[in-house]
Every structure is written in C-alpha cells, then in structure tokens.
C-alpha cells in the first residue's frame, strides 16, 4: 500500500513542479524579446517573418492581392501537418499548408478576389446571387466551399457541381 | 532459508510491476490532459486575436470591452524599432502591466486584479499604413486550474482504485486457481505413513494439479505397500529369530559346564552371552512393536495409573539405588484407564526406567500425576534431546549399555495406539516426558 501512496505523491509533485515552472518569475521585458522556450511542447502559434513563407503563398499574394501587406504571419503547428496563417493588412486572412499550397481565404469585410475564384464557382454564383459577394472561400480534397455577404455557404465538388447549401 | 508464500510472493511481484507501469500512464495520462486543457486556453486565445486583428485592420468596430467573455483586450500603436526587437507573438502565464504606459494603466479597472492566475497573448502587427500596433489579450485561467486540480485527484484516485481492483482480482484467481495445490499440501501435511489416512479427494479440472495428484498418490501407495512390507518383515525376522537365539543361550549354558574349559574360554563365553542376552532383549522389543503396531493386545483391563507408576517407581529406586536419586512424587489426582495392562505397564515402566538411566548421579526426580496426565521429570546428565526424533527407533547416538534404543518407539506406539499424546520438554536442565490420558 505504501508504494501506491508514494507513486501519487510522485505524480502529484512533478504536476506541482510543472506549474511552477510556468509561473516563474523571469523580468516581463526579457520575456517580450526572448524566444519562448515552450513553442514546441505545446502546440503554441509561432510568428513567421515574410521570408521565411513558402514561396508558393508568397506568390499566391503577390498575384491576388497586388495591393496588401503583410499584418502578420505564423505558423500553427499540428501533428500531422502543420498550416501557416496570414493575415494581410486590409483584414483578409489566408490560409497555406505547409507546402504553401492555399487552403482558405477569408475576406470577412471584403470580397474574394476574384482571382482566386475558379471561373465555373464565379459565374454560378453571379447567376444565381448577382448582388452578393463572396467573402470566404475554402478549398478542399474534393471541392470548393464559399461563403457570401448574406452568411449563404455553398458546396461544390471537383467538378464545380453544387452538392451542399446552407444559410 | 526464509520461505515465502506463493500467493504473496505472485501478489507482490505482479503489484509491484502494476504499480510502476500504471504510475507511468497515470503521470503520461495526467501530462497530455493538463497540455490538452492548456491548449484549449491557448486556441480561443488565438481565435479572439485574430478576430480582434482582422477587425481592426477591416475597420470595423471593435467588440466592447465589457462583452461578456471572460477575455480581456488592449490594443495601442508601438514603434517600428520596439516592434521589429520584440517577438511577434508571445504568451505569458500572467497578467501584463505595463507601468509606463499611462492611458495602459488607466485601463487597469478592465484587467484582471493583480495575482489572478491568467493566460496573455500579445501579438504584434501592422497596418496598411506601416504602423505596428500590439494586442494584449488575457483570459483568466482559475477555470483551468481548477479544471487540472479535479483531474489530478481524478487520475490519483483512479490510478489507486485501479491497482487495488487488479490486486484483488489477481488475489481472487489465484486462490481460485491454486486451491487443489494447497489442497493437495493439506492432505500430505496431515499422511501419517502406515496409519488410516482420509483417501485424497481433490477434483480439478487443471491438468498440471491432476498430474500432481495422481502422481503424488502413486507414490504414497508405494510407500505404504514398502512400509507395510518392511513392517511383516521386521515382524517375522524377529518371530523367526526367536527360536535360534533361545538355542543358541541354551547351548552356551550348557557348554559352561563343561569342566575342560579354561578360565579364559569361560570368560569368552561370558562374553558372547552377554552379547545374546543383548539380541534377545531387542529382537524381543521389536517384536512386541509389530505387535502393537498389528494391534494384538486386544484384551482390556481397568488400570489404577496411581498404583502402578508406585509400584515401578519402588521397583526401580530398589535397581538404581546406587545413584542416589532425590524421588519427589506429587499425586494430586488420580487416574483410571481401560487398556491393556501388559501396554500400559510397557509404557510407564519404560517412561520411568528412561528417567532412572539418564539422570545424573545425585540427582533429581519429578513425578507428577495431575489432571488427565502423569509428568516424568529428571535431572539431566547431558543435554537437551532432539525433540522431533527421540520418539524413532534408534535415534540416540550415545546408548546407554543395556538400552536397546527401541524404549520411546514403543512409548509413542502405546500412545498412539490408544490415542494418548507424548510431549518432550527440556526445562531448566531437567528432561521432562508427559504423557495425556485422553
């Protein structure tokens, strides 16, 4: 019975150790300008210079949003696959796998450029919603998904069928 | 050689390992949840950062500071220097004051109360205009904490329910599944080779067990037909020798009349009668053994104990009045059996010779007859005597002349055979047999 009693308080004390050493007392400053050491451990965001972007995203940029800066840039990790997020200046957030390949745009005060929008997506929508915008749009292994200013999401498959509506 | 049980030996080997595996996972366990948990905090961080950066950067309005979620927000413009030496993102496990900012400070009523455990995420951007600015968001993390608190007692008491349960379990199959084997050891603890034994009823349904069963068995059979043969031997070599040996002493006696015998002759003759006597008295002992042991003593008579042991007790200070012994008799109570006298008198009398032999010179002898038991006590010449094989034929290395080593084995067989018990003691320098008449 001892034994038990020692091994729960073995796990207790290094779960006390490990808050404790989150909560140690390093000056804020040199916080602010030091690497966090816990990036990898935990699954924390990790800030991304331009440069360091794959160059398909930055390409996927140049060429659809001529115009915009980079606000900000990082890197989500995950276990299988990591994404990196970008936000631009005007408020579009875009998001790249790993490979830089593009996965969402999301222009939630603007409108997607058109661009971006395969061709088939495009006129649908401009039949069918010609005075909305598109303000989302994800890409998917099997389809498109788009979301216009009156919150309607819209599912397309390879080939540009409408397969799934919701408003 | 200090011996262990099997159980306790099988629940300790399979504790032991159960408890270092499980204390392993438990803490492995306890360790991904609290990064889980933490990650969980972390995610609506980032959600609402983003959220709060697209719609600054939009234009849009901002979400009041008071909006109901439990997270708190400052956002205000640095410098491109401060901004490109900081880090872009960062998360702190606390509150962030910043004392040199006074609209900041002014903003402290929004925050958390200082020393409130909280999770802060600043991150910095810039905007269409190449201004840095940085968002401080803080979410109070004593939801968390407690939330880590519970698991922790959660894991822990889990962790000990579950170790007991296997203990238990394990505890409870092992009894289950090893009953024939101390079954099995029961029963052979309690064989008394050439006695009626309880036929060894153990059923199992395990072949292991079987195997030892039948095996076991068989060999008890074996050794009850060796016994039973070595016993009928014994019992007719000394029946068959009797004869002889009556012979042979007749002749020697004869042969001592002879007047042309020398002096030295007549000496060596002595001598082997001596010798013959010695035989015949044990060839006469064994053969009173495999009488009892054949129970032919079947005639019962009632004893008075109390007048018998007076009886041999004057009989023999009379024989071993040369040592000078100091009798001391104590009847407190008397004794009334019903056996045979021919055992009983064997019995006691051999009982009381022991202790007339093998007391020293000068010394001291107890007889007690209490309650249900006589006691026969001497001053020992030597040491103590080993208790579990005195009552065996010939187990005394150093005999006495005359002793033919067969005395206590024809004790215990009387006992045995009308059920009394036999105990040795060595007290105080004293041996000391008592025999239980019931």
């Known amino acids: 019975m001892r034994r038990f009693i020692i091994s729960a308080i073995i796990i207790s004390a290094s779960a006390m150790g490990l808050k404790a050493q989150d909560s140690n007392s390093v000056s804020l400053a040199s916080k602010l300008r030091e690497m966090p050491v816990s990036y990898a451990l935990r699954d924390e965001d990790k800030p991304v210079d331009e440069n360091e972007l794959p160059a398909k995203a930055i ?66 929508v401009k039949d069918k919603y010609a005075t909305e915008k598109i303000v989302k749009i994800e890409r998917q292994k099997n389809g498109y998904e788009i979301k216009l200013s009156n919150k309607v999401e819209l599912k397309f498959n390879k080939s540009f069928k409408l397969i799934g509506f919701d408003d | ?40 905090v972390d995610d609506s961080l980032e959600d609402y950062s983003e959220m709060i950066i697209i719609r600054a950067l939009a234009g849009e309005e901002l979400p009041h500071i008071d909006n109901g979620s439990n997270n ?20 702190l496990d606390e509150m962030y004051f910043d004392e040199e900012d006074d609209d900041y400070k002014s903003k402290d009523n929004i925050f958390f109360k200082d020393g409130e455990p909280a999770r802060t995420l600043i991150t910095i951007f810039r905007d269409r205009d190449g201004q840095y600015h940085e968002l401080i968001i803080s979410t109070p993390t004593f939801e968390r904490d407690d939330l880590l608190v519970t698991v922790l007692y959660s894991t822990i008491i889990l962790f000990i329910i579950l170790l007991l349960t296997i203990i238990l379990v394990n505890a409870l199959v092992f009894r289950k599944s090893m009953s024939p084997l101390y079954k099995l050891l029961d029963w052979l603890n309690d064989y008394r080779p050439g006695e009626k034994n309880n036929p060894l009823i153990n059923d199992t349904n395990i072949e292991e067990f079987d195997i030892l069963n039948k095996t076991v068995e068989k060999s008890i059979n074996r050794q009850e037909e ?30 001592t009349e002879d007047e042309n015998l020398t002096e030295q002759s007549l000496e060596q003759i002595a001598r082997i009668q001596q010798s013959l006597e010695y035989i015949i008295k044990l060839n006469r002992s064994l053969l009173f053994l495999t009488k009892i042991e054949n129970r032919q003593f079947t005639e019962s008579h009632t004893i008075d104990v109390d007048n018998l042991v007076d009886n041999l007790i004057s009989d023999y200070s009379e024989i ?9 008799k104590v009847f407190n109570k008397t004794i009334t059996i019903e056996a045979n006298d021919v055992l009983i008198n064997s019995l006691i009398g051999n009982v009381l010779r022991n202790a007339f032999i093998h007391s020293n010179a000068g010394g001291k002898l107890d007889i007690t007859i209490a309650d249900k038991y006589l006691s026969v006590s001497n001053s020992a010449a030597d040491g103590e005597l080993n208790e579990e094989t005195i009552f065996e034929r010939f187990s005394n290395n150093n005999k006495k002349e005359g002793s033919t080593g067969l005395g206590l084995a024809i004790v215990k067989a009387i006992c045995d055979y009308y059920g009394y018990s036999i105990k040795y003691e060595y007290k105080h320098g004293n041996h000391i047999f008592k025999i239980f008449f019931a």
Request: charged letters at 30%.
């Open chain 2, 1 to 40: 050689m200090k011996y262990t049980r099997l159980k306790s030996k099988v629940l300790k080997s399979t504790g032991i390992a159960f408890a270092v595996i499980m204390s392993i996972w438990a803490a492995l366990f306890y360790l991904i949840i609290v990064e889980e948990i933490s990650d969980e």
């Open chain 2, 226 to 255: 060796l016994f039973e043969h070595q016993r009928e031997f014994i019992g007719n070599a000394s029946h068959e020798i009797q004869t002889p040996l009556a012979i042979c002493k007749n002749r020697l006696e004869i042969l």
């Open chain 2, 72 to 91: 708190k927000y400052y956002i205000r413009p640095i410098t491109e220097k401060d901004a490109l030496q900081r880090h872009k993102i960062v998360y």
């Open chain 2, 320 to 328: 071993f009045e040369h040592k000078a012994l100091a009798i001391n």
């Open chain 1, 59 to 124: 390409e996927f940029i140049k060429a659809n949003f001529p115009d915009s800066k980079i606000a900000l840039a990082k890197y989500d990790w995950e276990l299988f696959g990591g994404s990196y997020d970008v936000i631009l200046v005007d408020g579009t957030k875009i998001e790249f796998d790993k490979y830089g390949e593009w996965r969402e745009t999301d222009c939630k005060f603007g409108e997607v450029p058109v661009s971006v929008i395969p061709e088939e997506i495009a006129t649908y």
